[in-house]
Structures are given as C-alpha cells and as structure tokens.
C-alpha cells in the first residue's frame, strides 16, 4: 500500500479559482460608470436635479465596490485600474459639466472673456480629478490609511452636486449665481490636489480592523440619515461643506500649535 495516499495530489495543477466572483464588485463600478455617465447626458438635457441624484448613487456605488473586493477576496490590478477610470468620469466629468450646464455657461453675460472663464473653471475641476486619482494610486500604501491627502474626488463631486442640488430646489436659477458657482468650482478644485489631510475615517491597523470606527461616527451617521429623509438636498450640502471644510480648519489649528520641543 502506497505510504503517502496525498503524494500524487501534491503534483496535480491547483484547481484554477472560479472567475464568477470577480464580475461581482466589478459590477458596482459599471454601476458607478454609467451613473456619472447619465449624469453627463441628464445635465446636458436640462435634467439637473436627476443629473445630481446619479452623482450620489455614484458615490454609494464607489463605496460598495471597493468592499465588496475586499469581503470577497477578489482584488486585482484591473479593477483598481478600471475603479479610477469610473471615478474620473463619475467625479471629474460628471460634476464638472452639471455645473457647467446649470451656472457657468451664462459666465457669458459678463462678456467674452468671462465666458471662456466658465468653461476654462469646469476643466480646471475635471484636471484636478484626475490629478487627484493618479497622486492617489500612486501612493497607495505609502500614506496613513487615516487621512487623505487632499479632498478625495467622490467628496468633491458631493460639494458641487449639493450645491447645485440644493440651490436648484430652492427655485433658484444658474445664471443668477453663476459667480458662486464659479467659486466653488474652483475650490473643489484647488482642494483635490492640495497638500491638506482629511480624515478617511478609517483605523490606522490592517485587516479587518482597518475599517472599524469610533462609536461616536455611528450616532453621527444615524443623525445624518434621519435629516437625509427630511430633506436630502440640504443635508448633503451641509455635510460636504463640513467635511470640505474640516480640512482647512485643522491645518490651521496645527500651524498655530506651538511646536513641540525634543525629547532629550
């Protein structure tokens, strides 16, 4: 009798892993994509409070992807790959020309030159997207997972379509605060690709306390969806200014810390 029943199992090629898993968070990620595409083509259409709803349905995509590859083991190259060029255009497109079709492109009632400012602020804002995307991937695993280095794209999208969200249902026109819209284009903008730290709400560990938070965050997260369903537009807004403008607030806070003397 064969000693080592398992010695022939040992030589016999690895059962090659069921690619069916895969199509699952890559599926989320096209759900992202054609969300931010549908945006595109709803601003584009007048549409401008359906174009801002597909910009967060986005976003929410964005979040279950990324998840889901990790709860699945199924991470790859391609689908981190695949994941920021949704985001370009879920992010960086998408916001860009919803705003430009609800308020910058009346910045040509100021005149020529204004008008070209309009269209030149909405592509400044899609630059820094994908600026912003490519500092991201390529220091991946090279920064603290608890802060993002500049504004993340999805929050930056989340500031421009509440903007125009909530301003749109308060019955108020494009052309009439194209001045403000402009602004806030351009600081998203700026924001993406400045050196300032948000915070990603994420633990500093790995592994499956990576992603666990303080229980605070979920009493917060709780607040924030009772006033979601009360009124959403305004919620949204709310939180992204917050969240846009903690990261400001805290570096300002740290330049006026006295600076820590040397343990000796």
Not at 61 to 75: K, P
Not at 153 to 158: L, R, V
Not at 180 to 203: E, H, P, Q
């Amino acid at each position: 009798m064969d000693e080592h029943p398992d010695e022939h199992h040992d030589h016999l090629p690895a059962r090659p892993r069921s690619r069916g898993i895969y199509l699952l968070p890559n599926l989320f990620t096209t759900g992202g994509l054609f969300a931010g595409f549908f945006a595109i083509i709803a601003a584009s259409q007048g549409r401008i409070e359906a174009a801002c709803v597909a910009i967060f349905v986005a976003g929410v995509l964005d979040g279950v992807d990324g998840r889901v590859a990790r709860l699945t083991n199924t991470q790859t190259e391609f689908g981190v790959q695949y994941d920021s060029l949704a985001d370009l255009v879920s992010f960086g497109m998408a916001p860009a020309l919803v705003m430009y079709h609800w308020a910058l492109v009346s910045m040509k009632l100021d005149g020529a030159t204004m008008g070209k400012l309009g269209w030149l602020a909405a592509f400044l804002y899609a630059a820094c997207a994908a600026l912003r995307l490519a500092r991201f991937n390529s220091q991946v695993g090279q920064v603290d997972k608890r802060w993002f280095i500049g504004l993340a794209s999805p929050a930056a999208a989340g500031l421009m379509a509440s903007f125009v969200w909530t301003m749109h249902d308060l019955g108020l026109q494009g052309p009439e605060l194209r001045h403000a819209a402009l602004a806030v284009t351009i600081t998203a903008g700026l924001l993406m690709v400045s050196r300032i730290r948000y915070s990603s709400f994420k633990g500093s560990g790995s592994g499956p306390k990576a992603d666990r938070v303080p229980f605070f965050a979920l009493l917060i997260v709780v607040v924030v969806l009772i006033a979601l369903t009360i009124d959403p537009p305004k919620t949204l807004l709310a939180t992204a200014m917050l969240y846009a403008l903690s990261g400001p607030l805290l570096w300002f806070r740290r330049r006026k810390l006295p600076p820590q003397e040397p343990v000796a």
